[in-house]
Nanobody
Framework: QVQVVESGGDLVQPGGSLTLSCVVS????????MHWYRQAPGESRVLVAS?????SESYAESVKGRFIISRDNAKSTLQMNHLVPEDTAKYSC??????????WGQGTQVTVSS
C-alpha cells in the first residue's frame, strides 16, 4: 500500500521561512510526479508547486520566487521563504505513481501570523 505523509507545518512570523516534507512509503513501480497544493479556509484547493520525473519544476504565480520544490526519489521538500499571511493554509502533497494513479497525504497546517 502507498502512504503519503506530510510534515513540517507550523506557526511562522511574516517574512520567515518554513520547510515542508512529503514522504512516500510502500513499494511502487515508480513516481512520475509530486505536487504541493494548499487550501485556505473558505477557499478552493490550488496547486502551488510541481516536480516531474524529468526534473522540471513549476510554481503558481503567487509563490514564484519564494517557494522551491525539491525531489529525491520518494520524498519532496517544499521550501517556503518570505512568508506572508496569505500563505496561511493547509498544505497537501499529491503523489503520481506510474500506472497506479494519484495518492494524497492528510495535509499539514501552515499559519503565518505575528
Amino acid at each position: 500500500q502507498v502512504q503519503v505523509v506530510e510534515s513540517g507545518g507550523d506557526l511562522v512570523q511574516p517574512g520567515g521561512s518554513l520547510t515542508l516534507s512529503c514522504v512516500v512509503s510502500g513499494a511502487t513501480p515508480g513516481i512520475s510526479g509530486m505536487h504541493w497544493y494548499r487550501q485556505a479556509p473558505g477557499e478552493s484547493r490550488v496547486l502551488v508547486a510541481s516536480s516531474s520525473q524529468f526534473g522540471s519544476e513549476s510554481y503558481a504565480e503567487s509563490v514564484k520566487g519564494r517557494f522551491i520544490i525539491s525531489r529525491d526519489n520518494a520524498k519532496s521538500t517544499l521550501q517556503m521563504n518570505h512568508l506572508v499571511p496569505e500563505d496561511t493554509a493547509k498544505y497537501s502533497c499529491k503523489v503520481d505513481v506510474w500506472r497506479w494513479g494519484s495518492y494524497w497525504g492528510q495535509g499539514t497546517q501552515v499559519t503565518v501570523s505575528s
